[in-house]
């Protein structure tokens, strides 16, 4: 009785084989590069405009004024393919090294609704009371005159801005998981009368 025995491979058959092995895993390997791309964060640029100061008469009392800081948080995608959307922005204003105000939290599904698209621009409202006043007698008065006075006087010089936003980030179907940035803006000067745009890094 006859046994059969397997065919030895040809030499065609083994570089077939291995033709194919490579094949794969280029594959899974374009794979994997094509999920790391698209799940790495968009770059966000940030940028401040429009920093100004004002006083607005408190409701009720027309002698004091309530003060305030005034600005522009521009946030720029600068990316070609991946969208962006905002959960919330929040900022911090440093009139000193030891010495700062907090803008209230930007409401982002309101300011900056839905994903928004490569290469998108957007603007930003903040605002931050640094101070009562008597109008006429020129003083603080809610108790903090010292600290509200060196926030007076910081509005004629340079301050620093820190701004943390938490962000998602889409590549066509694939979502990232939650981001927070952190940028600072130095230099931005609330009493320039030329509002110079002030990037942040």
Known sequence: MAIATPRPWSRWNVQQRVFALLLGALAAMAVAAGISVSL?????SFSVANATTSRVPVQGSPGLLNGFYNLT???NNTSRRTQVRFAAVSAQIWYSATGYVLAGEVDAAAALPGWRSPRDVAGVAFWAKYGQYDHKAGTARNGKAG???KAEKATKQDCRLVVEAKVRFKYGLAVTMPYTIRVSCFH????????VSVQCS
Do not use: M, Y
């Open 40 to 44: 790495a964060p968009a770059r966000i």
């Open 73 to 75: 948080l521009v946030a």
């Open 147 to 149: 600290k509200e006075l």
């Open 188 to 195: 931005v000067n609330f009493s320039s009368s030329s509002n």
